[in-house]
């Protein structure tokens, strides 16, 4: 009855779109009985013992533990209020939980704006104090021979984050075409950029072979046949009482991980003006996510490597596959009438890294963009809006 009671206020509160749906598992009833009592114990246990046994003398680290717990009160507050997400796998309640954090990022964000950018290098000491030091500038275009030797030394560490990254875009966009075109114009990107961002400075051989057509292709062929299998896998759930061995509980238990069903982006740009104007608005928020991250770490000084930006990408990683399923919703359902709580905060999250590389850059990329990049993208631009 309960379960039922869910999908009926569910289906009251998004009756125009079919995406957001419950778990027919009722042997699995009990994960989705509200736990709202058992969290507010365990966090009050958590803030007695902090309260008891942490070092009052210690400024800084109280103020780390009193952050720490503002924002568990946040997200805890937002699991138990905020609404259901168009994902139910692991649980509703992760998804709602990714959502806090998303508005956690926002408002961190938000706050950094208002700094100035010596105060926001300042800032990022607070997460380390090894941070707030200029890093030194590196470019990968130095020597360009196209040897065995030269290719060696530009296989590293981001090398398999190249590959990581467009395996995580392929389960983003779920769309084999538009990955290898975000691909391709990504590199575009950086040849443009490279007079602003030195490590975007790469050889012919390390944009083409390395980028594209090594580490991009295998990332996009492996999460495309993640796509393609999910897509055509038969959805019959079974509940746990249901089944009699060991090894096959464990194996329902563990495909609760696994999504309850999948669906096909099928983007058709031509298909009419509305669908063309939102792949573009969409790819240009995919080339912002991109970038945004590279900008970001230059200003406020923090190494390539460092847990922040490791961190930040793998936020963003979660925020955008409910972003992503919410956007195609509203971009190719004609009775969906309001974006997604989950898509709209990424929108304004990106917008405000942007801002941020706005206001803080401005006086550090003081050389003009070279004639022949402003050229090809007035063309581009052109061509766009001529076939529009």
Sequence with gaps: RRAQAAVAHRRREHPASPMYHE??????????HPRTLSVLVALLAGFLYVALYV????????????????????????????????????HPAFWRGVLALNVLYEMFLVFLLFQS??????????????????????????????????????IDIFVLAHSLGWFGKALIIRNHTMCWIMSIVFELLEYSLAHQLPNFNECWWDHWILDVFTCNWLGIY?????????????????????????????T?????????????????????????VGIIFFAVLIMLAELN????????????????????????????????????????????????AHCWMLIV????????????????????????????????????????
Aim: positive net charge; glycine residues 6%.
């Design 349 to 388: 999250t990106l917008v405000t890294e942007l801002l941020i590389i706005v206001k803080f850059g401005r006086g550090e990329f003081t050389e003009p963009f070279p004639r022949a990049v402003v050229v090809f993208w007035s063309l581009v631009a052109a061509a766009i809006v001529g076939f529009s």
């Design 23 to 32: 778990s027919s598992d009722p042997t699995l009833e009990f994960v989705y």
């Design 222 to 250: 492996v999460g495309m046949k993640f796509c393609e299998h999910y897509n055509m896998k038969t959805y019959t759930w079974h509940g746990i009482r249901e089944i009699r061995t060991i090894k096959g509980k464990l």
């Design 252 to 276: 329902r238990a563990g495909a609760q991980f696994t999504p309850y069903s999948w669906t096909a982006y099928r983007w058709a740009p031509t298909r009419r003006f509305k669908n063309f």
């Design 117 to 154: 950018k010596s105060t926001g290098r300042q800032i990022m000491t607070f997460f380390d104090p090894a941070l707030g030091r200029m890093l030194p500038e590196r470019s990968y275009g130095d020597n360009c021979a196209l040897t065995v030797q030269n290719v060696r030394d530009g």
């Design 293 to 340: 991250v590279f900008y970001l770490k230059s200003l406020l000084w923090v190494p390539p490597e460092h847990l922040l930006v490791t961190a930040r990408l793998a936020l963003l990683f979660l925020f955008s596959l409910p972003s992503a399923r919410e956007y195609y919703e509203y971009y190719s359902n004609s009775r969906c009438k309001r974006m997604g």
């Design 55 to 90: 070092d009052p003398s210690n400024d800084m680290l109280n103020t780390k533990w009193g952050l720490l717990a503002l924002c568990s009160v946040f997200v805890v507050v937002s699991v138990i209020l905020f609404r259901d997400g168009p994902f139910i796998r692991p």
